[in-house]
Every structure is written in structure tokens, then in C-alpha cells.
């Protein structure tokens, strides 16, 4: 006999909280039955009107709080229920980082059916407010009036931002100044659903360590009309502006950025530093949105890595070569393996730039290539991976354990598939030691982790 469902859509009912789900919302129980509030903590009892009914579980929308639990936090923020950014302000600090390492602990314990693995404490962030050092916000029309922000949750409804809480102040003085600019020249927005309008989005980019900062325009049409006062307007309301960038995006998609860019004014690139590093960052540059945290995870995965100056270590996924000069530092050579070409040229001018010599970028995909190195006879010692959310394939994990590095070094900003990878990995003799969680994404439900990993 099939239980009955004990929720009707539409009705509101007590819900008991137990834990947190994936995205950070309220996981409870009534009558037994699952219930996914968001907005709702662990050990707190709420009111709940239930907005979708499945099989097995419902979702709710939170009403009201019965039971607060001591770990509530009013919300800083007066946008936060509205907009999509955040998910965690409505807890204190202390307890997203507990939810942060629990994610971790469940994904490692339920998906990798590993027990016999230490998760250590998730490491905070010193000020887990203001710190986005890249903005990307839509713009669009409401009420006739020009808006710049965030999108509404699960809409693409624009939510007017005039102060995010986790952005770099100097990316909301460019959002707060491109509205007022764009509105007083009379620059339209892009309509998504008639194609017309110009202004599609608007980035800033800012350099956490040389203060330098740049606005990216990106336009539905090559045109941008009153450009020139729209530069002369921007160069003096915004401090720290060094460039000033157009990006062409004429196609109905919700990718941000096209593939024209063109230097408006000032400089093509800003500066920025990571560690003692110091990179240039174009409009389309991958560069980590919070450069003091990041630095913290590259100096894990660099412990975890054990160098000792006379290792060959192979720096899987390795981007625009951030990684892979943290472990140069450290290591005899270091190859650094990425499928984005462009990715590969900045690797390559930031080893320059830094001089370090003892790296080696192979454009490629990391299908194809680890096992093309495994052939020639490359066996590093160490090998450092720092995939995309999706972890990696199979191929990829095998090709690893074929090597038989002492050492695999996870880093992951996924811990479900983390979780999963581990598993392999464990299946072919490759042990599990360890897992640090950094939170690089304060007030969201984001952790990024790096795992160590020994050869038994």
C-alpha cells in the first residue's frame, strides 16, 4: 500500500528543520514526510506553506520561525530574500562554516563511502564581506527606469543592487556610476526577449592588491552610441579606473561575454597578486574572485604536494597557471595541462612575468593528454588537479593511478563529485588521507576543498 502524502500544495504546516541541504536550504520532516525549506536552520521548528508536492518530498516557502535557533542571524543585507547571490546570511559565520565542512563530510562519507577520512575544520575567510574582486550584473529596464544588479531568485527578474555585501566596494561604486551614466546619455538596455536594446551586461574588475580598476561594457550591438562621453563620464566618477573595455555579445544566449573585445580606453589589462605572484587580468581572463582566500588554498595544496625541490609534478586543469607557480616554488618542473588555449598564453606570459623557468603549458585535453605523457615515459611524483565542476572522467583518474605518483592532490569546488573521484581513486589502491575545506565564498553555499591522496 502506497503512503499517503501528508502535504497539499497550497496549505501551510509546522515543519521540524534537521540539517541543511546541498544549496543551504532547511532539510525537515512532517509526519515523515521530507520537506525543503529555504531560509530555515537545523533544530528549528517553522511555519511552512508548501509551494510543490513530488513523490517523495515537497518544497515549502518559509512563513514564519516557531523555534529560532541560537545560530540565526537577521540578514544584512535587505535585498537578500529577493536576490539570487546569497543563501547563508540569515546564518551566523560560525555556523556556515560547520554547514560548509558537513557538506564536505556527508558528500565523502554517502558518495565516496569512504569512513576513514579526516575533514578538518572549514577555514573562514578573515572578513567574509566585500570580498568579489570581479562583478558581472545584468541590466535591464524596470518601469522605465535603467537597473543594474542581480538577477531575482529563479527569474530573470533584475533586482535594482546598489550595495552587494560581497562584492568589492569598487565594483558597486561602477555598478551605482554606470547606472547613472548609461540612464543620464539615454543608453538603452538589451530586451532578451525582443533582441532590441544595447547595454547587455555590465563587469568590473578590480586588482585587490594594485587597487587598479576596470568596467567592461558588453553590448548586444558593435555600435556603443555617445561613446565618447560614456568614457569621459566613467574615467571621472569611478577611482582607480585604468581601462575602460567593450565586449560584443550579439547572440541570443545567456553567456556573458562574445568573442569581440576592444580596449576603449586606458590599458587592456589590470594587475593583481596572488602570493608573491603577480598576474595581468584581461576582460576574459579566469582569475580567482577572492584573492585571500585562494591564496590559502594554494598554500594547502602546496603542503599537501610534500615538494621537496626535486619532484616532477603535473598540474592537471591548470587554468591560466596560478596552481602550477605556487608548486614551481617547490618542485624541479612542473607541466601544466589546459584545453582553453588562451588560458595556456596567459600561463605562459605569467611564468614569464614571474620568472619561473621550471614550467612546461601543454594546450589539450587532459583526456588525451596525460595519456600521450604516460606513454613517453613522464612519471611524476606528485600530480596536482584542479578540474571543473564536473570533476574528472574515468580515463582521466586511471591515467593518474597508471603513473603511480606517491601523491594525488585534489582540489575541488564540488564536493559531490570530489566524492565520487575519491571513490575511484580508492578502487585502484590511491588512499584518501585527508580533506581541508576553505571557504572562498562567504554568505553562499559554495566551499572549495583540496584533498590529499597517498598511493598505499
Known sequence: MINEIPVIKGKEYPIDILSLG???????????????VPYALPGEQVQAKI????????????????????????????????????????MSYSAQLKAKRQQVVDAVTRIGKLSDVTVHPTIGADSPWYYRNKMQFPVGTVNNNLVIGCFEQGTHSIVNTENCLIQHEANNTIAQQARIVLSELGISAYNERTGEGVVRHVLGRVGNASGEVMVVLVTATDGLPRKAQIIDQLKNKIPGIVSIIQNVNSRKTNVILGNKTTTL???DTITDKLGEFSFNISARSFFQVNTVQAEVLYNKAVEYAGLNGHETVI???????????????????????????????????????????????????????MPKLFKEGIRPDTIVVDPPRAGCERIVLE??????????????CNPA??????????EHGYKTVEVQPVDMFPQTFHVECVALIERE
Request: with cysteine; hydrophobic share 35%.
Open 22 to 36: 546541498h544549496s543551504g536550504e532547511g532539510v525537515g520532516r512532517y509526519k515523515d514526510f521530507t520537506v525543503f
Open 399 to 412: 591515467t593518474f593511478v597508471n603513473m603511480q605518483p606517491e601523491r594525488i592532490v585534489y582540489v575541488s
Open 265 to 267: 580606453w586606458g590599458k
Open 315 to 369: 598540474d592537471a586543469y591548470c587554468g591560466t597557471g596560478t596552481i602550477t607557480l605556487f608548486l614551481a616554488r617547490k618542485a624541479k618542473k612542473v607541466i601544466g595541462i589546459e584545453i582553453v588555449e588562451p588560458a595556456i598564453k596567459d600561463a605562459n606570459a605569467n611564468a614569464e612575468r614571474n620568472g619561473i623557468t621550471n614550467t612546461e603549458f601543454i594546450v589539450g585535453d587532459a583526456i588525451d593528454v
Open 51 to 90: 509551494i510543490e508536492v513530488k513523490k517523495n518530498y515537497a518544497k515549502g516557502k518559509l512563513i514564519s520561525v516557531i523555534n529560532p535557533s541560537e545560530e540565526r542571524n537577521e540578514p544584512e543585507c535587505s535585498l537578500y530574500q529577493r536576490c539570487g547571490g546569497c543563501q547563508m546570511q540569515h
Open 417 to 426: 563529485s570530489l566524492a565520487r573521484d575519491l571513490a575511484v581513486l580508492n
